[in-house]
């Protein structure tokens, strides 16, 4: 985490004036602290569209904010209710409801491929049959990084209108009969939507329904996430909510319309398709600390402590999160960054200062991305004094 002078002095300035505690026009009840003041300046600076952001300290949101336009060059404002979409973020929560099936039974971590699709056994390749729940939901499975070799992306594009579930059996097949992994598994970190999909699907044929609708009964029901969904957050035709946006060659921003195509594929989503809005967010990194402080719900301490724990030595990757080192965290800390190219989020969770900090905007890119951890590391800075 790294942020500029300015970004400090804004920090400081706003501690110092007491502007904080002012309650945002969107908040809770509990009236959690306003950071509009100090997102503004990172937003215009940044030339972002909109961002949003929620601090969490003691289980509880203290504060919020969201500044900036649904739609670049349009006149609809943000506000803390809009959802944004969190891209891979959404992997630490596939993650979290193998470990609900793996308690019940249902999965085992070292439950291999050949069990988890028994209708493929006979078709999957030798070079994928051991390859276990644990290493997918690691990114340890030898999955790829991309899908375009022999098309396959292409393939999932042009399947976007079909039912989620029947997505991910399409590429299920296609990837273990068809695709060698790329690396040997359990041997190696490559990071891969395609691992989190096939956690996903298996969850979905052990119980016989899609993902999308056990992630919600799951975690979103039971965390109050009544927020929370899946792909581009704002209806077609409508500015009702952020709209995504990608930088063009000519530095101008271009705002995505809603729809099928405003977001990846589905037969990813368990690798990231999850939107909600900022303080949904910051409820779900609020689950994940109490998780990692021992406190949690919904999953056992034991199952908390290996979906934070990173699967081998020469690697922080654990389940779904990164588990890294900070001084301002006084040691481990979780994080994890997502984008779907349209939008950019992270959360960081630092369990010892019982605090985490998300921050979401509707840009896709490197520039979105150092804005977004510049307004993290402001936060930090602001509420630990950390760097």
């Known amino acids: 985490m790294h942020h500029s ?17 002012v309650p945002c026009a969107d908040a809770a009840p509990s009236m959690p602290a306003c950071l509009d003041t100090l997102l503004e300046p990172i937003r215009q ?26 739609k670049a060059g349009g006149s609809d404002p943000v506000t803390t209710g809009d959802k944004w979409h969190i891209g891979s973020c959404t992997k630490s929560m596939t993650a979290a409801l193998a470990g609900m099936l793996v308690e019940e039974g249902k999965l085992r971590w070292d439950m291999t491929l050949t069990e988890m699709f028994p209708e493929l056994a006979a078709q999957i390749l030798p070079e ?35 039912p989620p579930r029947e997505q991910r ?27 989190f999909a096939l956690v996903g699907h298996a969850i979905e044929t052990r119980l016989d329904r899609p993902w999308e609708e056990v992630l919600r009964e799951r975690l979103f029901v039971p965390l ?24 063009g060659s000519d530095g101008v921003l271009e705002s995505i319309r809603p729809g099928l195509h405003a977001d990846n ?20 990194a609020a689950w994940q600390l109490a998780g990692a402080r021992g406190a949690g719900r919904l999953l056992t301490p034991e199952t908390f402590r290996k979906l ?22 006084d040691g481990t800390v979780l994080t994890h960054a997502g984008s779907n190219t ?38 930090i800075h602001t509420y630990l004094g950390g760097d």
């Open 224 to 247: 109050g996430m009544t927020s929370a969904g899946f792909g581009a957050p704002a209806s077609v035709g409508q500015v009702d909510q952020p709209w995504g946006h990608t930088v």
């Open 5 to 21: 002078s300015a970004l400090e002095r804004i920090a400081v300035y706003m501690v110092m004036c007491g502007v904080f505690w």
């Open 342 to 379: 349209m939008f950019y989020a992270v959360m960081w969770i630092a369990p010892q200062k019982d605090f985490a900090v998300v921050v979401c905007t509707n840009l896709g890119g490197d520039s979105a991305a150092k804005a977004v951890d510049n307004t993290a590391a402001a936060l």
């Open 128 to 162: 994928w049959r051991a390859v276990t729940l644990e290493q997918l939901a690691s990114n340890h499975g030898g999955t790829p990084n991309d899908l375009n070799e022999d098309d396959l992306w292409a393939r999932l594009w042009e399947r976007v209108g079909k």
């Open 45 to 70: 600076t940044s030339e972002l569209p909109a961002l949003a952001a929620a601090v969490v300290k003691g289980g509880e949101t203290v504060a919020v904010g969201a500044v900036g336009l649904r």
């Open 308 to 329: 934070h724990r990173p699967f081998a030595s020469d690697s922080e990757y654990a389940g779904g999160l990164v588990a890294t080192q900070r001084s301002w965290g």
């Open 169 to 195: 059996v399409y590429l299920t097949r296609e990837l273990l009969t068809k695709h060698k992994p790329v690396a040997t598994p359990g041997t190696k970190y490559v990071y891969s939507n395609a691992g």
């Open 265 to 284: 594929p589905a037969a990813i989503g368990p690798g990231g398709t999850v939107h909600c809005s900022i303080g949904d967010f910051a409820r779900y």
